[in-house]
């Protein structure tokens, strides 16, 4: 019987830590912390799933993606010819505590950090790939510094993160997990070399061609004499 009651007494006192670590996590405050930019070199540019290596530097690849040629009607609309700058960028990045299975969001730009309790999410860029590419990701780029115990940090985790493949590259800690969920930005419509032509423009440049410099006029076409007419 003794055992028996040990064990409930061992179970209830788990309980109530578990108990104790989840309201403590969800108290936590979210604090901004100052970030470091002298310790980490920009991000390079996003790329594809496979390619495991991606990222965005501070002039936005997007932007100098190159549109197709249009060939439709001019819409009434303006298109847009810029995409969002890096800085104008806003991520919200979900962060979990594996020990009680909380989960708490934040939302960041590229530069700012976030501390809760003994974690640190500091987001370095975000992107999402354009709307015409076939593969569409959401991913950022996000360093994690973790308190040990005599209250030093150490960073566990720096790199992309796909909110569409999280096992492509993941945080590695027996703690915390951290993901992306979303990176408010827009793409370019059109780029600087983008024709842009209406129904009118590309009907009247197939009726009449410009003349070639220095083309010899077109003879006439040759009559019948009255010789070759008169001839049996």
């Known amino acids: 019987m003794k055992p028996i009651l040990l064990g409930a ?4 006192g788990l309980a109530a830590v578990g108990a104790w670590q989840a309201i403590a996590w969800q108290a936590a405050p979210i604090e901004a ?3 470091d930019e002298g310790d980490v070199k920009a991000p390079p540019p996003l790329a594809a799933a496979e390619d495991e290596v991606a990222g965005v530097d501070g002039n936005a690849s997007a932007a ?3 549109a197709k040629p249009a060939t439709q009607a001019v819409p009434d609309k303006p298109l847009v010819t810029q995409g969002t700058a890096m800085a104008d ?3 919200v990045l979900g962060v979990l505590n594996k020990r009680n299975g909380v989960s708490r969001e934040i939302v960041l730009k590229p530069g700012q950090a976030m501390r809760i309790g003994d974690v640190i999410v500091r987001l370095r860029a975000c992107e999402t790939t ?3 590419e076939d ?3 959401t991913g950022a780029f996000v360093q994690t510094d973790v308190r040990n115990r005599d209250g030093s940090w150490r960073r566990v985790f720096s790199g992309w993160l796909y909110k569409e493949s999280p096992s492509l590259n993941a945080v590695e800690d027996p703690i915390y997990d951290v993901w992306p969920k979303s990176c408010t930005m827009v793409h370019p419509d059109i780029g600087p ?3 842009r032509l209406s129904g009118s423009t590309a009907s009247s440049a197939k009726k009449s061609a410009p003349a070639q410099p220095g083309a010899a006029p077109a003879a006439p076409p040759a009559t019948p004499s009255a010789e070759s007419s008169n001839a049996t």
Do not use: Y
């Not at 007494?9 to 209830?12: D, H, I, P, Q």
């Open 64 to 66: 100098a993606a190159e």
């Open 9 to 12: 007494v061992a179970l209830g």
């Open 130 to 132: 354009a709307p015409w």
């Open 193 to 195: 070399d983008t024709i």
């Open 89 to 91: 960028r806003v991520a």
């Open 135 to 137: 593969q569409k990701l």
């Open 33 to 35: 912390v100052p970030t």
